[in-house]
Antibody, heavy 115, light 109 residues
Framework: QVQLVESGGGVVQPGGSLRLSCAASGFTFSSYGMHWVRQAPGKGLEWVTFIRSDGSNTYYADSVKGRFTISRDNSKNTLYLQMNSLRAEDTALYYC????????WGQGTLVTVSS | DIVMTQTPLSLSVTPGQPASISCKSSQSLLYSDGKTYLSWYLQKPGQSPQLLIYEVSNRFSGVPNRFSGSGSGTDFTLKISRVEAEDVGVYYCMQSIQLSFGQGTKLEI
């Protein structure tokens, strides 16, 4: 069965950096585009970024453009999100999600930006 | 940017009664391949979202047939024919052309 396991979340100070990972299994990872979607505490879903199956194209929400970088390693079945210049408003549960139309979601990893 | 607007934002339904949620996009979601990339998700309390409907009207594997989706272009609807207690949660529409979600509709019993 499809499994998406996020890791790398934690508490970081404003201006700091964090790298999230998402380990995928149960499907052919290299055949699917992948997203990062976040959810601030008590709020709705916010799409963050998407990468095509071969990593050839990436897309970002305006709120993270220039600060976040999505990447993938198809040999390791792993998706990444490098987050720099973090702000308080980046505090959220970060989900990785499979497919341009999202078919499956992970359980999320919590990122807290606070001094 | 494509803006997705859901109505209502909250809904209280008696079990066994129908429910309907509207989702309107600021631009057509009909893509050049002839498909319309509008999907619906349910996030139950304390859980990750789960896919209910993709490409407007296709139920995902394992989704009960009391859930149905309809619409075209910019106007879409999710209907639950007879609400059950397990349907409680927040429903989101999502467009996969430029990638964005609606605000969410909270369904309560």
């Amino acid at each position: 069965q499809v499994q998406l396991v996020e890791s790398g979340g934690g508490v970081v100070q404003p201006g700091g950096s964090l790298r999230l990972s998402c380990a995928a299994s149960g499907f052919t990872f290299s055949s699917y585009g992948m997203h990062w979607v976040r959810q601030a505490p008590g709020k709705g879903l916010e799409w963050v970024t998407f990468i095509r199956s071969d990593g050839s194209n990436t897309y970002y929400a305006d709120s993270v453009k220039g600060r976040f970088t999505i990447s993938r390693d198809n040999s390791k079945n792993t998706l990444y999100l490098q987050m720099n210049s973090l702000r308080a408003e980046d505090t959220a549960l970060y989900y990785c999600a499979k497919g341009r139309t999202v078919l499956y979601w992970g359980q999320g990893t919590l990122v807290t930006v606070s001094s | 940017d494509i803006v997705m607007t859901q109505t209502p934002l909250s809904l209280s339904v008696t079990p066994g009664q129908p429910a309907s949620i509207s989702c309107k996009s600021s631009q057509s979601l009909l893509y050049s391949d002839g498909k319309t990339y509008l999907s619906w998700y349910l996030q139950k309390p304390g859980q990750s979202p789960q896919l209910l409907i993709y490409e407007v009207s296709n139920r995902f594997s394992g989704v009960p047939n009391r859930f149905s989706g309809s619409g075209s272009g910019t106007d879409f609807t999710l209907k639950i024919s007879r609400v059950e207690a397990e349907d409680v949660g927040v429903y989101y529409c999502m467009q996969s052309i430029q990638l964005s979600f609606g605000q969410g509709t909270k369904l309560e019993i």
